[in-house]
């Protein structure tokens, strides 16, 4: 049996080709964006691939390709049940609709005079978001029509960045005054070359346009919590809100502690994981009455964030300490089930 991994820096990869060097897995690097990667899979049973939403590449390609080799009867992580809503919000609504999975209400508008009419009516505030980006890029608050409408004309005009190149350098503003390190410090001036200069990869991926979501804001929340689900088991952080923010993914105020992460959202990620079929599901709470509700989901996340994490839960919520890796699991349940 031979693993193929698409090796991409700061991936999930680094640890993957660790892992197989390490127990002396066979594998093979193959590259996912050539033409012949049907052909570089020869011999190979499994496909480990963590695909990006910052690659306009992967986004073009990357759902095809995989459902295309499950066809071949290859094993593939991410596969398609655990990626095919990958950073797309508005699919995560529907899907979460139709599972009857808890989640903050959403409203989808693909008509601009729809949207205006229902913004003209509706209570505020708003959470306006593009179906893409992670790390709270891509989220503004309405607080009025005025905002709502200011936003719903400018995505059935000129439309919006996938990433922004202004809230980019504002997020390198933040961690400079959240850190006041040298390196926080220095990556303002990254910031600035990369607000003037755009970075190539990124001009390829296309404007976000003709289409306008809003999730409803729910008030009293002065942190979130992230729960990850790999087969069978969960661990998770709670996230603060930023300073005169609402947002607190992407603040870096972290609280490792798992008596910080509520039972309910354990429970509920699991059952949620489980509808889903997928292989892996990061999950962000925040909670109406006490009762947890999905903001939106990813199955992929920053792993050496997660370094710090004490240890995690089983299936049956019984906890398990000490240091792991979240990659491993990925690579052990997919030998498991190939």
């Not at 508005?90 to 229902?118: C, G, R, T």
């Not at 980006?133 to 200011?150: D, H, I, M, P, Q």
């Not at 929340?221 to 709670?238: E, H, L, Q, Y």
Request: positive net charge; proline residues 4%.
């Amino acid at each position: 049996m031979i693993l193929a991994i698409h090796e991409r820096k700061g991936s999930f990869s680094d640890r993957w080709i660790e892992y197989c060097t390490e127990k002396r897995v066979p594998f093979k690097i193959v590259n996912c964006h050539q033409s012949n990667i049907i052909e570089q899979l020869s011999g190979c049973s499994i496909l480990l691939w963590n695909w990006s939403q910052t690659y306009a590449e992967d986004m073009l390609v990357a759902r095809g390709i995989i459902k295309s080799i499950e066809s071949m009867g290859i094993a593939v992580f991410p596969n398609t049940e655990t990626c095919w809503h990958f950073d797309d919000k508005v699919s995560q609504k529907y899907l979460m609709e139709a599972l009857n999975i808890p989640h903050v209400p959403s409203h989808v508008f693909l008509d601009k005079n729809e949207a205006l009419a229902w913004a003209a009516n509706t209570a505020y505030p708003k959470v306006f978001k593009l179906r893409s980006g992670a790390g709270s890029t891509n989220v503004r608050l309405a607080k009025n029509y005025k905002n709502a409408e200011k936003f719903i004309e400018q995505a059935f005009g000129k439309g919006f960045p996938p990433v922004s190149r202004w809230a980019a350098l504002g997020e390198r503003w933040w961690q400079f005054k959240r850190d006041k390190t040298t390196k926080s410090f220095f990556n303002i001036s990254r910031g600035i070359f990369r607000a003037f200069k755009r970075n190539e990869t990124l001009k390829r991926l296309p404007i976000e346009k003709n289409y306008a979501y809003f999730q409803e804001f729910i008030p009293g929340n002065d942190s979130d919590i992230r729960v990850i689900i790999i087969g069978a088991r969960a661990f998770g952080i709670k996230r603060m809100v930023r300073e005169s923010d609402f947002r607190a993914s992407g603040s870096g105020k972290i609280d490792y502690n798992p008596d910080s992460i509520p039972e309910s959202c354990i429970s509920l990620a699991f059952d949620v994981s489980k509808k889903m079929k997928s292989q892996s599901v990061a999950l962000d709470f925040i909670f109406l009455d006490n009762k947890p509700l999905i903001v939106e989901m990813s199955y992929a996340f920053a792993s050496l964030g997660y370094l710090p994490c004490k240890g995690y839960w089983d299936s049956s919520l019984k906890w398990h300490g000490g240091y792991f890796r979240g990659e491993d699991f990925m690579i052990q349940d997919i030998l498991g089930q190939s």
